[in-house]
């Protein structure tokens, strides 16, 4: 048996300090007034951008149901613990279960600022080309979509007629983000 090993405080910094010191502030540098996160889980990214930018409407739609394997086989336990996390900010948050790709189809286009895309589960392998598809045209021209390890399906992206020059480092004053990166809608 292979045994995992342990990160110290500052690797774990980097490599999950993303949604504590990277997304929110980015979030506020670029003055985002408006988003949704694909893939809430439990609301801990979502608290950090609420908790930095006082200003933000923030939306986030998961299935919240169990996904066999890995950090998603507790995930119908997932809805209570975000709306708990969530429930000081009840006058900027709206959570939404369902089904993403169901739910792209009844939202208007150009609505929001950013999409935080976030959704790298396994059963999502196949996916992200249609889900990035769908919810590509509900960002308002000029608004981006950003993500954490969209490496790990660039292909999606090209086959959506990306490039790799389309692809930006997320940056907070002087400091890049280790992980997130974002493409602006045109």
Request: glycine share 8%.
């Given at each position: 048996?292979q045994k ?10 980097k490599f999950?300090?993303?949604f504590?010191f990277?997304?929110?502030?980015f979030?506020?540098e670029?003055?985002?007034?408006n988003?949704?996160e694909l893939?809430?889980?439990?609301g ?11 200003n ?5 739609i998961d299935?919240?149901?169990v ?16 709306r708990r996390k969530l429930n ?6 709206t ?6 790709k ?5 939202t208007?286009?150009e609505?929001?600022?950013f999409?935080?895309?976030?959704l790298q ?8 080309q ?12 000029g608004?981006?979509?950003i993500?954490?390890?969209f490496?790990e399906f660039?292909?999606?992206?090209y086959n959506?007629g990306?490039?790799?020059t389309d ?9 890049v983000?280790?992980?997130?990166e974002?493409?602006?809608?045109k």
């Open positions: 048996m995992t090993k342990k990160l110290g405080f500052i690797q774990w910094i999950k300090g993303w504590i990277d997304l929110p502030y979030i506020k670029q003055n985002l007034k988003g949704l893939g809430a889980k439990a801990r990214s979502m608290y950090y951008m609420l908790k930095v930018n006082k933000l409407k923030l939306a986030g299935l919240w149901e996904i066999e394997g890995g950090a998603y086989k507790d995930n119908n336990k997932n809805e209570d613990k975000c000081s900010f009840l006058d900027r948050v959570l939404i279960k369902g089904d993403a169901q739910i792209a189809t009844n208007e286009n609505t929001y600022d999409i935080y895309y976030d589960c396994k059963l999502m392998t196949s996916f992200h249609e889900m990035i598809e769908k919810w590509l045209p509900k960002i308002k021209k608004g981006v979509l993500g954490r390890d490496r660039r292909e999606a992206f959506l990306f490039k790799e692809f930006n480092s997320c940056k907070i004053g002087e400091r983000s280790v992980r997130l974002y493409v602006v809608i």
